[in-house]
């Protein structure tokens, strides 16, 4: 292997310097579509499992965030010492070889497959329902109608197929658009409805709110908290776009990192509000608009709506604007869903670990041609094939994409902290960014992934709206889709590994460490972060990456380092020529 061929993997001529912080931002909370999360998922976090969260719900919430925030926290580390739109499959290849690696990137693009089948189902339902709500029943009534809202989603995935394929930037303004529409209509359905509470102009069975709302540590772990975080967790997943990003940001070093973190928080603070004031507003009972009744999961924000804005023509409008808020909130996130499995599946490509036809990028528009338009067919005909087999097996989708996010989100964690474990102690910070951080991350997901694989395999877990179990060959559907979609990627890469060996024997993504730095000519050598402007370059253990005429240098020791190393713990897979 060349210093050429490692050059020419680390440019995927995508379109750098397009993506500020704020574009990132806004593609990271844009991704997690936020409106539609809540009005999906609120229920069965108030629900729970055996249990009901109840009005601990917030806290419920407030729990999942911490993973999701130690995640990022490691999203951010990686990111520093390789900006590559591959992400956890690139950084779980370094830290531990390419199988793991394969697999991590395996799971990005299986789970983002999944959820564009349960996106496209809602943005296709939504279309209906906003259009009929401008006094056009029987339009609103196709909402109800399988194939009409079959052939719709499919148009939204075509859709927004075409504007990744079309180029980044205006990916980025449309995301503008979309979720400043979004988040008002959030904004205002919150304030709304805590005025209301606060004004004695609610309900009878609203609440006021309390701060032991946020406390959910009196709940039963096993019966209550654990299955609900399965589902909070899922209305976090997104925000990682805004790494995906990273060769196409301005500075990508620190851009996409702190845009994680960022998305995060915000992400935080917007589910705070508007759950405290969902519960507040509509109570916890199991009848009428209560959120622990089971007619209301679906969709609580349709269910409370016509209750809290009234009826008359305001009401109408009011409805109609939660509606479209809904709409926006899934096609936004079916956009942002294709970039970060488009780029996947691009840096996959260029490392050889999938057909290089896929490194393809557009001449004009800069973008993964291949990769953008392979997604949106493969997730078109993954939405087919599930309505066609049963549209309650869409309702399978959300439980086992919480499979497939904390696997790859775990895994990340954990190659974080071995990625720079020979560089760990070097200070407090790395200690607690790089290593008890992103470790406790892996750990909370790790422990996410084996309960849910228990309680989802389960026949009762999941019961369609006729009270009859949801299963596929006896087993819950959500384990099967979940655990089913990792196997098939083992099968996948096995048959690769026997077709095309190359990155399977490390030679053309190599496992490395942080531990060689590239001395700076003319500069007095000294160690610092990866992304430090003048500072050294990290340098690959096999030094095949080491430009001509450089000295490399030993992180801990200073001394020059002259030959291949392969850094302990050896993997004898990993060839040793440069």
């Given at each position: ?11 995927k ?18 991704s ?17 499992g ?12 407030l ?6 925030y ?15 739109c ?5 950084w ?31 943005a ?6 906003f ?7 029987a339009?609103?009534?196709l909402?109800?109608n399988t ?25 980025a ?16 359905f ?17 609440l ?13 772990f096993g019966?209550?908290?654990?299955p609900?975080?399965?589902t ?18 301005k500075d990508p ?7 994680a ?7 935080l ?10 519960v ?48 926006t ?11 970060p ?11 050889k ?34 309505t066609?087999i049963?549209?309650?097996?869409l309702?399978?989708?959300i439980?086992s ?8 989100y ?7 902290v ?7 102690f ?12 992103p470790l406790a ?16 395999s ?14 596929i ?16 990627g083992?099968v996948?890469?096995?048959i690769?590994r ?14 490395r ?8 000519a ?24 080491l ?7 030993n992180?801990?020791t ?5 030959e291949?190393a392969?850094l302990?713990?050896?993997?004898p897979?990993?060839?040793r020529?440069v």
């Open positions: 292997m060349t210093t050429a061929d490692v050059r020419e993997a680390g440019d001529g995508l379109k750098g310097g397009a993506l500020g912080l704020v574009s990132s931002v806004v593609v990271g909370v844009a997690t579509a936020p409106a539609y999360s809540l009005a999906a998922s609120l229920g069965f976090i108030v629900v729970g055996t249990l009901a969260a109840g009005v601990k719900a917030p806290g419920i919430v729990l999942a965030f911490i993973p999701m130690l995640i990022a926290v490691a999203y951010q580390e990686l990111n520093k010492a390789e900006p590559d591959g992400t956890t499959f690139t779980a290849t370094r830290a531990f070889g390419p199988v793991t690696g394969w697999m991590g990137g395996w799971g990005i693009i299986v789970a983002d497959v999944i959820v564009m089948a349960n996106l496209a189902q809602i296709g339902q939504y279309s209906f329902t259009v009929g709500g401008f006094g056009l029943p339009v609103g009534a909402a109800n194939v009409a809202v079959t052939i719709a989603g499919l148009v939204w995935i075509a859709l927004m197929t075409w504007i990744c394929y079309r180029g980044i930037e205006v990916s303004r449309v995301q503008y658009v979309l979720l400043a529409f979004e988040v008002v209509i959030l904004i205002f919150a304030a709304f409805a805590l005025v209301r509470v606060y004004t004695g102009t609610a309900e009878p069975y609203s006021i709110p309390q701060w032991s709302w946020f406390n959910p540590f009196t709940l039963d019966q209550t908290i654990a609900a975080l399965l909070a967790i899922f209305i976090y997943w997104g925000w990682d776009t805004a790494v995906s990003v990273n060769e196409e940001t070093g620190k851009t996409p990192g702190r845009a973190i960022i998305s995060t928080l915000l992400l603070a917007t589910y705070a509000v508007v759950t405290v004031a969902t507040a507003f509509a109570g916890v009972g199991t009848k009428g608009i209560g959120l622990a009744n089971p007619a209301n999961s679906s969709d609580v924000f349709s269910a409370i709506g016509p209750t809290l804005f009234g009826g008359g023509a305001v009401g109408a409008i009011l409805m109609t604007l939660l509606g479209f808020s809904i709409l909130s899934a096609s936004a996130s079916t956009q942002t869903t294709i970039l499995t488009a780029r996947t599946a691009l840096s996959m490509a260029v490392y670990a999938i057909p290089e036809k896929f490194a393809r990028i557009h001449p004009r528009f800069l973008t993964p041609t291949w990769s953008t338009i392979g997604m949106g067919l493969i997730s078109a005909v993954f939405y087919l094939v599930f066609a049963s549209v309650s097996l309702n399978a989708l439980g994409i919480g499979l497939m996010i904390a696997f790859y775990g895994l990340t964690g954990f190659a974080c071995w990625f720079y474990r020979k560089t760990l070097s200070s407090a910070r790395h200690a607690i960014m790089r290593g008890l951080f991350g892996g750990l909370m997901l790790l422990a996410v992934f084996i309960y849910g694989v228990i309680s989802f389960a026949p009762d877990w999941l019961t369609d709206a006729n009270g009859k179990n949801v299963t060959f006896g087993i819950g559907a959500e384990a099967v889709v979940g655990v089913g979609g990792i196997l098939i083992a996948l890469l096995i690769w026997i077709v095309r060996p190359d990155f399977f024997q490390g030679r053309t993504l190599p496992r460490s942080d531990d060689l730095v590239l001395s700076p003319g500069v007095e050598p000294t160690f610092g972060l990866p992304d430090s402007g003048t500072l050294p370059t990290l340098i690959a253990p096999d030094l095949s990456n430009p001509p005429g450089r000295t490399a240098l992180a801990e200073l001394e020059p380092v002259d291949p392969d302990p713990p050896a993997d897979s990993l060839p020529n």
